[in-house]
């Protein structure tokens, strides 16, 4: 069974930084793509970033580029994203999510992880 | 960036009708690399099509997909009080990704 378990989460400053880690467990994790997404309250999903099985590609949303930074450990079935430069409209529950093998069409997802930027 | 439009953003209907929800793209995706998930409050969403119309692990056959280059449709033939839920599409033909805003299907 397919387990991706967020941890990391929590309360931070403007300004701030908080760096979320997402265990895999239950498939070949080195095989397939992940993304991050997130759901800001009251609102819809956003797709945050990608990175490619053997991390040589990584794809930022916009809002994101330049203060995030996704990143894969392979031999410890682990996702990483490190969120700089926080804002109060990255408050969100950040969800991640295994891609495919070939596409980065999202296969499952996990129970997500809240984050709250607030002074 | 491919925008992806969902409507209608509300559908109140009774457990037994027929669902039909549509996703629009403003750029034709690609080798139609179009997905539903459906989200429920306090759940992981859960992947319900992929490739526009190929029905995930599990889900059940009430659920299916079409539509091809901007158009696209989520059907579901009878609805079951479970699948009152908010959907979304995701497009993964290009990068990056992006997702429609949702469609919320409430009973009536």
């Known amino acids: 069974e397919v387990q991706l378990v967020e941890s990391g989460g929590g309360l931070v400053k403007p300004g701030g930084s908080l760096r979320l880690s997402c265990a895999a467990s239950?498939?070949?994790?080195?095989?397939?793509?992940m993304n991050w997404v997130r759901q800001a309250p009251g609102k819809g999903l956003e797709w945050v970033s990608s990175?490619?099985?053997?991390?040589?590609?990584?794809y930022y949303a916009d809002s994101v580029k330049g203060r995030f930074t996704i990143s894969r450990d392979n031999a410890k079935n682990s996702l990483y994203l490190q969120m700089n430069s926080l804002r109060a409209e990255d408050t969100a529950v950040y969800y991640c999510a295994r891609g495919g093998i070939l596409t980065t069409v999202i296969q499952s997802w996990g129970q997500g992880t809240l984050v709250t930027v607030s002074s | 960036e491919i925008v992806l439009t969902q409507s209608p953003g509300t559908l109140s209907l009774s457990p037994g009708e027929r669902a039909t929800l549509s996703c629009r793209a403003s750029q034709s995706v690609s080798s139609s690399y179009l997905a539903w998930h459906q989200h429920k409050p306090g759940q992981a969403p859960r992947l319900l099509i992929y490739?526009?119309?190929s029905r995930a692990t599990g889900i059940p056959d009430r659920f299916s997909g079409s539509g091809s280059g901007t158009d696209f449709t989520l059907t579901i033939s009878r609805l079951e009080p479970e699948d009152f839920a908010v959907y979304y599409c995701?497009?993964?033909?290009?990068?990056?990704?992006?997702f429609g805003q949702g469609t919320k299907l409430e009973i009536k």
């Open positions: 990175i490619s099985s053997s991390s040589s590609y990584m």
């Open positions: 995701q497009q993964y033909g290009s990068s990056p990704g992006s």
């Open positions: 490739g526009a119309s």
């Open positions: 239950g498939f070949t994790f080195s095989t397939h793509n």
